[in-house]
């Protein structure tokens, strides 16, 4: 270390600053060039996809609003009120028992069991897919070892439904939540708590007037978060339950992959605009909501 | 105190309840088979199913790949937003929001559709050679490019949280005035106080690769995660099984990650 370190030079901090800056950009570039090839590139060939309409007999291309139309009808808007349905239920659901879990962890004295909580989490958070299907199917499908134990067919028991779904998506949006609510609940200095009982207030009262308004970016930016997750889950889906509940996700692979009716590929990039656009339209929420939560945690 | 404790059991029984009930009975599935008894043939049949290694080594090379582009790509463009450009901070944060906005799916149908550009309309330029090989089956460097994409939101938060814990500008205003250059500054001094973030945005790359289905399924390609569903066919208990190797692969691993990081922790993790 010492060997490595040349006289000591002064370095005004002026100019460190001013020379930071433009390396500043320097550094940043290779991210912007790289997020233009690989990001853009593809995203701009989706939008001019979905505005592109093939003619059958001469195969001339031209610019029309048919697929979108198109995709905002019949089994196609059922689909995406399906996606969003079924995204906004498991995203509250899973915000509000992922909360309490994180809240638990953070303040414990055991930083065995935090390090383990939170590493499972990161494990769980990514555990979608067909693997968590499979999972499921085995514990509470049609012959899943609860649903033949408790005997759960004769209750009206369904996996392969509306709330089968909640109740899988949950096993990884409730670990993306603490993962992601955990930084704001260390930021909770526990001054404020003190400061907040001392003054008279209810445990409910401190939880009202001081610990939620600071959380509330972080926790609207998780269950938007939460939200993006379950819209964009495909593999777990496709894989359980086929197309018995609607989903836009099912419905882009079928037509991408050829399984309806040929020249749909650009219905599916019309689909798959929509779905931008709602994502989007959460974000656009969400992003000014995490400027906010920065000036309480930083 | 005594009620916030009981408090904090409840919530950690019921949640652990929820989590470990699908594990413990898919192994029971996969064990206890109606009619057979306890047999294990459901684990012993998939290291005989062909491509188990060479598809696991695939995606071990590709999320290596990942984590290391995506880190190259990161961590300079943070360190430099809180030094010397806050003001591209807007940018690089959008640009790292965006591909949540976009699900993989969509994503896939885009590449999809670029790709399709090689053989149409540049099969007599040299580009056209860059499309094929990065479609190379034995390593294909477009599913590396895309997971980079895919990773950047939660890689972006990482580092985010990492770096709001420490003063950057001073470390590095420090380790310069005590003559360390700008790399060494950010080698010696800035990237040790964040190793907690970095080995947290690998872990979270790392996951993500490991268990990516949608994009190498739609793109014809054979990492793990596309194996395990195409081994699984009608086997139920075959392919219960592969999932709850799956989970125990990437959990071995995380931990793995986890403890090389943990036992070189300092002491100011505990405050």
Redesign the interface.
Same mark, same amino acid.
């Given at each position: 270390?010492t060997a490595? +370190?040349?006289?000591?030079?002064?370095?005004p901090?002026a100019s460190?600053?001013?020379? @930071?800056?433009?390396?500043?950009? +320097?550094?940043?570039l =290779?991210?912007?060039v790289?997020?233009a090839?690989?990001?853009g590139? =593809?995203?701009?060939?989706?939008l001019?996809?979905a505005f592109t309409v093939k003619a059958q007999a001469t195969g001339a291309a031209s610019y029309s609003l048919a697929n979108v139309t198109t995709s905002l009808r019949g089994p196609y808007l059922t689909a995406l009120l399906g996606s969003v349905k079924l995204s906004a239920v498991s995203a509250a659901v899973a915000g509000a028992?992922g909360l309490?879990?994180a809240h638990?962890?953070v303040?414990?004295r055991f930083?065995a069991?935090r390090?383990a909580v939170l590493?499972?989490s990161?494990?769980?958070?990514?555990?979608?897919?067909? =693997?968590?299907a499979?999972?499921?199917?085995?514990?509470?499908g049609n012959?899943?070892?609860?649903t033949r134990h408790l005997g759960l067919t004769d209750t009206g028991w369904d996996l392969y439904s509306f709330w089968g779904l909640v109740i899988v998506y949950?096993?990884f949006l409730?670990p993306l939540m603490v993962l992601?609510i955990t930084?704001a609940l260390e930021g909770l200095r526990s001054q404020w708590r003190e400061a907040a009982h001392n003054n008279g207030a209810t445990t409910l009262q401190y939880w009202l007037h001081v610990a939620l308004p600071v959380l509330a970016p972080s926790l609207l930016g998780g269950l938007v978060?939460l939200f993006?997750s379950a819209?964009?889950a495909?593999?777990t889906a496709a894989?359980m339950v086929g197309s018995s509940v609607p989903l836009v996700?099912l419905q882009?692979?079928d037509a991408?992959?050829g399984n309806v009716l040929v020249g749909q590929e650009n219905v599916?990039?019309a689909l798959?605009?929509d779905?931008?656009l709602v994502? @989007?339209l959460v974000?656009a929420v969400? +992003?000014p909501l995490?400027r906010r939560s920065?000036r309480w945690?930083? | 105190m005594a009620r916030l404790n009981l408090w904090r059991w409840g919530v950690l029984a019921c949640t652990g309840l929820y989590f470990l009930v699908p594990l413990a009975a898919s192994v029971v599935f996969t064990l206890d088979v109606p009619n057979q008894g306890i047999t294990f043939d459901a684990y012993t049949h998939i290291f005989s199913t062909g491509g188990f290694g060479s598809s696991l080594l695939l995606s071990l090379e590709l999320a290596g790949a990942t984590i290391v582009l995506v880190l190259l790509l990161m961590v300079p463009a943070m360190v430099a937003l809180r030094l010397g450009a806050p003001g591209l901070r807007p940018v690089v944060e959008v640009v790292c929001s965006l591909p949540l906005v976009v699900p993989p799916i969509a994503f896939v149908a885009g590449i999809g559709t670029v790709l399709k550009w090689g053989p149409d309309h540049l099969s007599r330029t040299p580009l056209f050679q860059t499309f094929v090989a990065i479609q190379n089956p034995g390593f294909p460097f477009v599913l590396v490019l895309a997971y980079v994409v895919m990773a950047l939101p939660f890689v972006y938060r990482a580092l985010d949280a990492g770096l709001r814990a420490i003063d950057v500008r001073t470390l590095v205003e420090a380790a310069r005035s005590c003559g360390a250059s700008r790399a060494q500054a950010l080698l010696r001094a800035v990237l040790p106080n964040l190793r907690g973030a970095l080995l947290n945005a690998s872990f979270l790359t790392l996951a993500l690769v490991l268990g990516e289905f949608t994009v190498a399924q739609l793109l014809g390609f054979q990492p793990f995660a596309v194996w395990i569903v195409n081994v699984s066919g009608s086997q139920a208990q075959l392919s219960v099984a592969v999932s709850v190797l799956s989970l125990l692969v990437t959990w071995v691993l995380l931990l793995a990650l986890a403890g090389v990081g943990g036992r070189t922790r300092t002491t100011s993790s505990r405050e």
């Amino acid at each position: 270390m010492t060997a490595a +370190l040349p006289k000591a030079a002064a370095v005004p901090v002026a100019s460190v600053r001013r020379r @930071g800056r433009a390396s500043g950009l +320097l550094a940043v570039l =290779p991210l912007l060039v790289f997020t233009a090839i690989a990001f853009g590139l =593809p995203a701009a060939a989706m939008l001019n996809g979905a505005f592109t309409v093939k003619a059958q007999a001469t195969g001339a291309a031209s610019y029309s609003l048919a697929n979108v139309t198109t995709s905002l009808r019949g089994p196609y808007l059922t689909a995406l009120l399906g996606s969003v349905k079924l995204s906004a239920v498991s995203a509250a659901v899973a915000g509000a028992v992922g909360l309490p879990l994180a809240h638990a962890v953070v303040t414990s004295r055991f930083r065995a069991l935090r390090q383990a909580v939170l590493t499972a989490s990161g494990v769980l958070a990514n555990f979608g897919g067909v =693997p968590l299907a499979f999972a499921f199917v085995a514990t509470l499908g049609n012959a899943g070892v609860l649903t033949r134990h408790l005997g759960l067919t004769d209750t009206g028991w369904d996996l392969y439904s509306f709330w089968g779904l909640v109740i899988v998506y949950l096993y990884f949006l409730i670990p993306l939540m603490v993962l992601t609510i955990t930084p704001a609940l260390e930021g909770l200095r526990s001054q404020w708590r003190e400061a907040a009982h001392n003054n008279g207030a209810t445990t409910l009262q401190y939880w009202l007037h001081v610990a939620l308004p600071v959380l509330a970016p972080s926790l609207l930016g998780g269950l938007v978060l939460l939200f993006g997750s379950a819209f964009a889950a495909y593999a777990t889906a496709a894989a359980m339950v086929g197309s018995s509940v609607p989903l836009v996700t099912l419905q882009i692979a079928d037509a991408l992959s050829g399984n309806v009716l040929v020249g749909q590929e650009n219905v599916a990039l019309a689909l798959s605009l929509d779905m931008v656009l709602v994502a @989007g339209l959460v974000m656009a929420v969400y +992003l000014p909501l995490q400027r906010r939560s920065a000036r309480w945690l930083a | 105190m005594a009620r916030l404790n009981l408090w904090r059991w409840g919530v950690l029984a019921c949640t652990g309840l929820y989590f470990l009930v699908p594990l413990a009975a898919s192994v029971v599935f996969t064990l206890d088979v109606p009619n057979q008894g306890i047999t294990f043939d459901a684990y012993t049949h998939i290291f005989s199913t062909g491509g188990f290694g060479s598809s696991l080594l695939l995606s071990l090379e590709l999320a290596g790949a990942t984590i290391v582009l995506v880190l190259l790509l990161m961590v300079p463009a943070m360190v430099a937003l809180r030094l010397g450009a806050p003001g591209l901070r807007p940018v690089v944060e959008v640009v790292c929001s965006l591909p949540l906005v976009v699900p993989p799916i969509a994503f896939v149908a885009g590449i999809g559709t670029v790709l399709k550009w090689g053989p149409d309309h540049l099969s007599r330029t040299p580009l056209f050679q860059t499309f094929v090989a990065i479609q190379n089956p034995g390593f294909p460097f477009v599913l590396v490019l895309a997971y980079v994409v895919m990773a950047l939101p939660f890689v972006y938060r990482a580092l985010d949280a990492g770096l709001r814990a420490i003063d950057v500008r001073t470390l590095v205003e420090a380790a310069r005035s005590c003559g360390a250059s700008r790399a060494q500054a950010l080698l010696r001094a800035v990237l040790p106080n964040l190793r907690g973030a970095l080995l947290n945005a690998s872990f979270l790359t790392l996951a993500l690769v490991l268990g990516e289905f949608t994009v190498a399924q739609l793109l014809g390609f054979q990492p793990f995660a596309v194996w395990i569903v195409n081994v699984s066919g009608s086997q139920a208990q075959l392919s219960v099984a592969v999932s709850v190797l799956s989970l125990l692969v990437t959990w071995v691993l995380l931990l793995a990650l986890a403890g090389v990081g943990g036992r070189t922790r300092t002491t100011s993790s505990r405050e």
